[in-house]
């Protein structure tokens, strides 16, 4: 986490090949963890937007397990390989892991995946399919149907391996360009910087300075120091007042009401979290989305 520096090339790289493709796009470390550096598309925030995989690890360790075992196998051959890795997971999927090299090292990989092939039920997922899913990975938890399942499983992009492995020799190109070209590169420790970027990927989790301190390889009471110290304030304020500013995001740019985007934000007092808005912005949620309304017709007013 927090050991490279991403051109905004690359952001865009992998926003526009999943606009091209529907697949989903990520660069991960090469570190035990396999740590997202960047990715496409983020999390989303709300359970019912979740992709099928995203759904299924949330609601059941044994399905996680499964998933990051298959990852580990090809991301393992891929840097001893040097070379592209196109594998089927547990679950039938394609997927793929594209090693970016440094010269004959491998830097980090780009990561594709979660495609149904066209041999999977192209018209989707039965009712009896999607209850032996849910019985066989242990999924009781009655806030997550079946259903649930079904409609995810019918958004998932699908196509035949042929097209499949069109796209990763694409990557395979794109792969060799971006450490040539310098787009991304691994930076000096900055635990400022790895803080910053360990918060902004955890907005939608429960998360402490606990976990912060763990992931950034350091006690607890060290990066609550170095908080106080190097940004004059408390890693739970700082995370709080980044929330707050995802929520003036979600505002702007969603329908989402204001009790879901706190629970989203794991906020467990909508009160409080609306309470917190408030001294941020010195307005209230729905005085923020208005005010936003009113300047965006006061824009479209004055265009000639």
């Not at 097209?163 to 794109?174: G, M, N, W």
């Amino acid at each position: 986490m927090g050991k490279f520096i991403v051109r905004p090339q690359i952001k865009l790289m992998l926003e526009n090949f999943f606009r091209i493709s529907g697949i989903r796009i990520g660069i991960y470390d090469t570190d035990e963890e396999m740590s997202i550096i960047s990715d496409y598309p983020h999390w989303a925030p709300e359970f019912e937007h979740l992709t099928f995989c995203e759904k299924a690890k949330l609601c059941s360790g044994g399905f996680m397990k499964k998933c990051v075992s298959c990852d580990r196998k090809a991301f393992l051959k891929a840097r001893e390989t040097g070379k592209p890795q196109i594998y089927e997971c547990h679950m039938g999927f394609l997927e793929a892991v594209i090693p970016i090299l440094a010269g004959e090292r491998v830097e980090c990989f780009l990561m594709i995946g979660q495609v149904r092939k066209r041999t999977l039920a192209e018209d989707g997922m039965s009712e009896e399919a999607a209850r032996e899913f849910s019985a066989r990975f242990r999924i009781t938890d009655i806030r997550y149907s079946a259903e649930d399942f079904r409609h995810a499983w019918g958004r998932m992009p699908c196509m035949d391996y042929e097209t499949f492995s069109a796209y990763v020799y694409f990557l395979e190109i794109c792969a060799q360009k971006i450490y040539s070209d310098n787009y991304i590169r691994r930076s000096e420790r900055s635990v400022s910087g790895e803080l910053i970027q360990y918060v902004r990927d955890n907005l939608y989790r429960n998360v402490g300075i606990a976990d912060a301190a763990r992931e950034l390889d350091m006690s607890a009471s060290h990066l609550s120091h170095f908080i106080s110290k190097e940004m004059r304030t408390t890693f739970t304020k700082y995370l709080n007042d980044c929330r707050i500013e995802e929520s003036k995001r979600l505002l702007s740019m969603t329908n989402m009401n204001i009790k879901n985007i706190a629970l989203s934000l794991r906020y467990s007092d909508p009160a409080y979290f609306a309470k917190q808005f408030k001294k941020g912005t010195g307005m209230t949620c729905t005085e923020y989305r208005e005010s936003l309304r009113r300047q965006s017709w006061e824009t479209e007013d004055n265009d000639p």
